[in-house]
């Protein structure tokens, strides 16, 4: 294995530089994924029948709440890599944490929210718009449950064996994700919650 | 401590803050629908560039020009998704 060491270690190898590379095209294909779920979201946001209507449901507070953990969460895993690439082991697991920790309370905020729909009679069933709507944010939610685990299993490897190609790598990764999620969210935030408010 | 804040990042993730700031504006302030779209549109767009850029570190690899590339797809094929399909089932039935 031919270490480049003008590089940061997550690039240090040509593995490590295709599986970034295949990421990103892996993203690429999620852009499509949430084009997909936008567009029909757009088709069928006024498909509510008898059912409510997003402004009928939609709460401000948590959805400032979610938005400001996720913007947060997606700084601080910045800063994970940051502290990864100056070599401070203790930073980067500090700042996993977090992040971590700030998406189990974007995931709560977000339960509490599906359970107020639950209660205020909008289930995957009332309308076409209700049925989009649930499973557009419940695509990203399941995304963000994926995304806490594969970041639990990154900081125990981190933890156990300390910065490696490998570990370094992962973890640049996972950081690529955790941001594509909440560009996701920004979008989710503005054109199905702001838009349904206004 | 200080090293592990550096400044381009504290700035993104500011900018990031005042810019959900502005397209809450939205909802708070009194506007017409055009206008709150233009905003949320403007702001929304911007901070994806901001993430993209500004901590996704897209443009320092050498496979920048792939990543872009692939990046600019993604984007247009889910632009073309979206307006394509309003285009086609909502606003010509308006």
């Known amino acids: ?198 | 401590m200080k090293e592990l804040f550096p400044a381009k990042q504290v700035m993104g993730f500011v900018s990031s803050l005042l810019l959900t700031v502005v397209a809450l504006c939205v909802y708070f302030l009194d506007m017409s629908f055009e206008v709150g779209m233009t905003i949320l549109l403007v702001t929304a767009f911007i901070q994806a560039a901001l993430q993209l850029v500004f901590f996704m570190h897209a443009g320092e690899s050498s496979d920048k020009k792939a990543i872009y590339t692939n990046v600019y797809y993604g984007i247009a094929i889910a632009l073309v998704t979206v307006f394509g399909t309003l285009l086609t089932l909502i606003w010509g039935y308006m």
């Open chain 1, 1 to 198: 294995m031919k270490l480049d060491k003008s590089q940061p270690l997550e690039y240090g190898t040509h593995q490590n530089q295709m599986n970034i590379l295949g990421f990103w095209i892996f993203l690429g294909a999620e852009i499509m994924l949430f084009g997909t779920l936008f567009a029909s979201f757009f088709t069928l946001e006024n498909g509510v029948g008898s059912g409510p209507t997003g402004a009928d449901v939609f709460e401000i507070t948590p959805v400032v709440l979610e938005t400001i953990i996720l913007l947060t969460s997606s700084f601080t895993i910045g800063l994970a890599t940051h502290a990864m690439r100056i070599n401070n082991k203790k930073a980067t697991l500090v700042f996993l944490g977090i992040t971590l920790l700030l998406g189990l309370s974007f995931l709560s905020v977000e339960i509490y929210e599906f359970i107020h729909y639950y209660h205020v009679g909008l289930t995957l069933q009332t309308s076409a718009f209700s049925a989009i709507l649930l499973t557009t944010l419940g695509t990203h939610g399941a995304h963000v449950t994926f995304g806490l685990f594969w970041g639990l299993f990154i900081f125990l490897q981190i933890k156990k064996r300390g910065f490696t190609p490998e570990t370094t790598n992962k973890s640049f990764i996972f950081s690529l994700y955790w941001h594509f999620l909440d560009v996701v969210w920004i979008f989710i935030f503005s054109f199905i919650y702001l838009k349904g408010l206004m």
